[in-house]
């Protein structure tokens, strides 16, 4: 496609409940990155993919939050027993590979607001 | 680990004023800066970046940011702004397989 796209644009949740937020990324994009944007917190780094190798996932906040990539292309994070605090925006973006393009050039999803009730 | 900061959250003026954000970043290894711009109800977009070459850089609609290696800043500039551009900006600096943002500025370009 054109650009990253995410889906759904919006979900609203129950507390507790489980949610999966789906991001396909530009093709022939290697890496792929998820990011929160909440208020008062600004944008916060989640995980990153690149290929194969095993996944950066340092930004994640709790294992309640996980996330995979599929055939080194579309990517879901699942929120488990979702809370209050999990109400944001989630990003998708994605970028060349280093050895292939500008290091560092991500390009951004429209997001995934979730709200919690 | 990286860091970025940017001050002056709230921004108001007026169209042809012009226009400087202050973006001071934290990071050990080489730097990779960026701008980005968040029109109201859409996504980020890339206004410019810098990898290296000269510190003066210019994006588009007009935008241009200055490296400062010395004072570890990447401050954004436009001489005269236009109502279309209200939007939040942030700053970021690339490190450690990641973007790390600042806390972004509201601008307001009151017509």
């Known amino acids: 496609g054109a650009g990253v796209s995410q889906s759904p644009s919006n979900k609203v949740t129950e507390k507790g409940k489980d949610v999966e937020l789906r991001c396909d990324p530009i093709s022939g994009h290697t890496a792929l990155y998820w990011y929160r944007q909440s208020l008062g917190q600004g944008l916060e780094f989640l995980i990153y993919?690149?290929?194969?190798?095993?996944?950066?996932k340092s930004g994640l906040p709790s294992d309640r939050f996980s996330a995979e990539r599929t055939g080194g292309s579309v990517s879901t994070l699942t929120i488990q027993r979702t809370q209050q605090e999990d109400s944001a925006v989630y990003l998708c973006?994605?970028?060349?590979?280093?050895?292939?393009?500008?290091?560092?050039?991500?390009?951004f999803g429209p997001g995934t607001r979730l709200t919690v009730l | 680990a990286q860091s970025v900061s940017q001050h002056n959250h709230h921004v108001i003026l007026s169209e042809a004023a012009s226009l400087e954000l202050g973006c001071n970043y934290s990071y050990g290894g080489t730097v990779n800066l960026f701008w980005y711009v968040q029109y109201p109800g859409q996504h980020l977009q890339l206004l410019l970046k810098y990898f290296s070459g000269d510190p003066l850089v210019k994006g588009i609609k007009g935008f241009e940011a200055e490296f400062i290696k010395s004072k570890f800043s990447f401050n954004l500039r436009k001489p005269s702004v236009q109502w279309s551009d209200t939007a939040e900006y942030f700053c970021?600096?690339?490190?450690?397989?990641?973007?790390?943002f600042g806390k972004g500025n509201q601008v307001v370009v009151i017509p």
């Open positions: 973006a994605s970028s060349l590979s280093r050895d292939r393009g500008p290091v560092g050039e991500q390009f």
């Open positions: 970021a600096v690339r490190g450690n397989n990641r973007l790390a």
């Open positions: 993919f690149q290929g194969n190798s095993a996944p950066d």
